[in-house]
């Protein structure tokens, strides 16, 4: 099992940063890669980047490459999002989610991740 808690989200200008945080817990050592996802209301899942548990890859959307830069800190066993430039589009509830199938890619469906945290509010006013 494998425990995922966000925060770190807020209300922000467009143009501004703000930086998700997902800690991590248990067994950590299934993991083989991590994810944030985002829905907007009345709008699909979508991925928005990714990283390998060994910090060797890294992966993103269209739509916030050159924006938004996952990391993952070892020593907290935490991953983070870092935001900039921040759009209103950006503005949805974010996701943090675990890939324990040992597939060695980052992937983009929801389905390939099976442990989820519970989410936190992105607002980017215009």
């Known amino acids: 099992q494998v425990q995922l808690v966000e925060s770190g989200g807020g209300l922000v200008q467009a143009g501004g940063s703000l930086r998700l945080s997902c800690a991590v817990s248990?067994?950590?050592?299934?993991?083989?890669?991590m994810a944030w996802f985002r829905q907007a209301p009345g709008k699909e899942f979508n991925f928005v980047a990714g990283?390998?548990?060994?910090?060797?890859?890294?992966r993103y959307a269209d739509s916030v490459k050159g924006r938004f830069t996952i990391s993952r800190h070892n020593a907290k066993n935490t991953v983070t999002l870092q935001m900039d430039s921040l759009k209103p589009e950006d503005t949805a509830v974010y996701f943090c989610?675990?890939?324990?199938?040992?597939?060695?890619?980052?992937?983009?469906?929801?389905?390939?991740?099976?442990?989820w945290g519970q989410g936190t509010q992105v607002t980017v006013s215009s």
């Open positions: 990283i390998r548990w060994n910090g060797a890859t890294t």
């Open positions: 248990g067994r950590t050592d299934s993991i083989d890669a």
């Open positions: 989610a675990a890939d324990r199938s040992y597939t060695r890619v980052v992937h983009t469906t929801s389905g390939q991740y099976d442990s």
